[in-house]
């Protein structure tokens, strides 16, 4: 039996093994955290810093004939965190709710207050939809996509447009 002495079982190095094991889960876990959240600031970063050239424009026009082709009403240009809006997605739910004051006068082209809480990319789409697209008969929008843990999720820009042309 003196062959056999390393076939041995303790408690204490079952305990260790399982430790050693759950710590290295733990720390795989918390790298791959770190980078999702790199990633997100690297994502956060480039909508903030977004600016429209000839190529981008080109690129969502082509989109957007593509999905009218398909008989389709609207285009996805991008989706984000709600966390990046300076309230968390707030103004774009309650966007098509009435406001608890009513203006004295009415504004036919008024903004949507939404607009100041996106990301600053997202200004510069709408002031590109606003000048170039809204007068060919294009929507501009933004919506809350999903719900995570009660919470707005992500949210959604879009172009949209009507499906037959006496809705235009």
């Known amino acids: 039996m003196s062959g056999t002495s390393d076939l041995g079982l303790s408690l204490a190095s079952l305990f260790a093994e399982r430790e050693a094991r759950r710590r290295q889960e733990r720390e795989a876990e918390e790298q791959l955290k770190q980078r999702e959240r790199e ?5 956060k970063k480039r909508l903030e810093d977004f600016q429209l050239d000839e190529d981008k424009v080109r690129v969502v026009l082509d989109r ?10 609207e285009l996805q240009l991008t989706s984000f965190p709600s966390t990046f809006c300076s309230d968390s997605g707030r103004a774009i739910i309650n966007a098509d709710l009435p ?15 939404w607009i ?3 990301p600053a990319g997202g200004r ?8 170039n697209l809204k007068p060919g ?3 501009f929008s933004a919506r809350i ?5 009660g919470r707005p999720g992500d949210i959604g820009l ?8 006496p809705d235009a």
Do not use: C, H, M
């Open 124 to 131: 510069v789409v709408y002031d590109y939809w606003k000048t």
């Open 99 to 113: 406001p608890i004051n009513r203006p004295k006068e009415p504004q036919a082209d008024a903004e949507p207050a």
């Open 145 to 149: 996509l999903n719900y995570k843990e």
């Open 39 to 43: 990633e997100l600031a690297a994502f």
């Open 64 to 73: 957007i004939r593509r999905a009218f082709d398909r008989g389709e009403t």
């Open 158 to 165: 879009f172009f949209s447009w009507p499906k037959n042309a």
């Open 116 to 118: 100041a809480t996106l």
């Open 137 to 139: 008969g294009f929507q």
